[in-house]
């Protein structure tokens, strides 16, 4: 049996990792093929995916946080080929690693490539993918607006501290939404398409959702009488508090249409658009889990 192929691709940032070192070796003298290419600059990641496909590697890692995650997992899915994705958390929020349940210890992380991937989907924003959530309105300026510096020393909680700052520029934005069975429109807050749960540095905006049903969970915040304390409740605490009042809906597709602009962020990637349509796109990638993972259904 031909020996297992392992690409780890890790963001530069990590590179002096102890621990992650620790791990890989740890790995390879358990008798695994495992190559370590580290990023530099945008762009890297992609091609990184492309050269490990084309070695024959049968399983690549992603080591960094929730955009390298995103990159690579985005760039298997348009390589081809039936490879398997493994998480290496490493980044300020790891909101899908969490969610997930994939330990943060590098050592725990890479046991898991021990465990039978399970074939997951991933939303799909226009050409864009995402693996965990798509986010829109004042909670995505948040996410891209907080410093590298300020996460790096406060971790997620960084995400809250810049939202108590920001509060003077919170404003309402305007849209409709449209999927199968399901109509709304009208002004929000905050809005969250789920292919996970929690996005922002462990909010959590789509409680229910799942990897593996074929579906996206729609979370819509529509703007209150109370703004800053509506999006205070959201900051400190996800969608936990705000059930009353927010709209939900589980859909292979939702249509979004915002005439003013909508500024998203998927899984770190700022995008605006005024209409797009995103969509669950079922089973696209084989990803190793927990297996008792709260994001997968069972099957």
């Not at 990641?45 to 985005?74: N, P, W």
């Not at 009353?244 to 292979?252: D, G």
């Amino acid at each position: 049996m031909a020996e297992r192929k392992v690409l780890l691709i890790l963001h530069g940032k990590q590179a002096a990792n102890d621990e992650v070192r620790a791990a890989v070796h740890a790995r390879r003298d358990a008798g695994m093929d495992l190559t370590v290419r580290v990023t530099w600059e945008s762009g890297d990641a992609r091609r990184l995916v492309q050269e490990g496909l084309a070695a024959g590697c049968q399983t690549l890692i992603a080591g960094g946080g929730d955009g390298t995650l995103r990159e690579v997992a985005e760039a298997m899915v348009q390589g081809g080929g039936d490879a398997s994705l493994a998480l290496l958390p490493l980044g300020t929020a790891n909101d899908f690693a969490r969610a997930a349940g994939v330990p943060l210890e590098p050592d725990q992380a890479l046991a898991l490539l021990d465990t039978p991937p399970r074939a997951i989907d991933l939303g799909e924003a226009d050409d864009h993918l995402f693996l965990n959530m798509a986010t829109g309105g004042f909670g995505s300026r948040i996410t891209a607006n907080t410093p590298e510096d300020l996460k790096k020393v406060l971790g997620g909680a960084a995400y809250f501290l810049t939202g108590l700052s920001r509060f003077s520029e919170v404003h309402s934005a305007f849209g409709r939404f449209r999927g199968p069975d399901f109509a709304w429109e009208g002004e929000f807050l905050a809005l969250g398409i789920g292919n996970g749960r929690q996005a922002g540095g462990g909010h959590t905006l789509c409680p229910q959702a799942v990897v593996n049903d074929g579906l996206l969970d729609l979370c819509i915040i529509p703007a209150p009488q109370d703004v800053v304390g509506t999006l205070a409740t959201l900051l400190s605490g996800g969608i936990l508090g705000l059930e009353t009042v927010s709209v939900s809906a589980r859909l292979p597709w939702v249509e979004v249409e915002a005439p003013e602009g909508l500024d998203l962020n998927l899984d770190g990637e700022p995008m605006e658009s005024a209409r797009l349509r995103i969509a669950a796109r079922a089973r696209a990638l084989r990803v190793h889990l927990p297996v008792h993972s709260p994001l997968l259904r069972a099957e």
